[in-house]
């Protein structure tokens, strides 16, 4: 239960948080370059949001936005993955990994605890009965 809880928060931070969206120009604004980058050959220029863009950032087509080291548009958190939540859903992700192995065990666990309860109800030994035909046989 702390473990699905944990994994809860960690989703509900990485898909509320502001992933880093560069604010807007006015479409009728030049954009404006950072002081001293006027010759610079390799800035970005976003037309649609008429900005120029910092390294490694990208404009995302799902939420018609520039994003500050944009890394992928996740549609389960319904928005991107990015500079501000990155951290948030990396943790997320090892989180499911661990509620994963955790409800595997279990479930493991219980079965075969049920099929031992099962075996000892009948007076079968189901490992040494097959033990004994592989000896037979061979």
Sequence with gaps: LIIYGTCMYLLWRAALMDP???????????????PGCEDAPDLKICHTCNLVRPARSK???????????????????GTCVAKRNYAYFALFLNCEVLLIVYVVCIVGSARYHRR?????????????HSFEQKCIAA
């Design 59 to 77: 404009h995302c087509g799902s939420c018609n936005n520039c994003v500050e080291l944009f890394d992928h548009h996740c549609p389960w958190l």
């Design 20 to 34: 880093g969206v560069i604010p807007r120009n006015p479409p009728d604004a030049k954009p404006s370059l950072p």
């Design 116 to 128: 031992e309860k099962r075996e000892s109800e009948n007076g079968h030994d189901y490992h040494r």
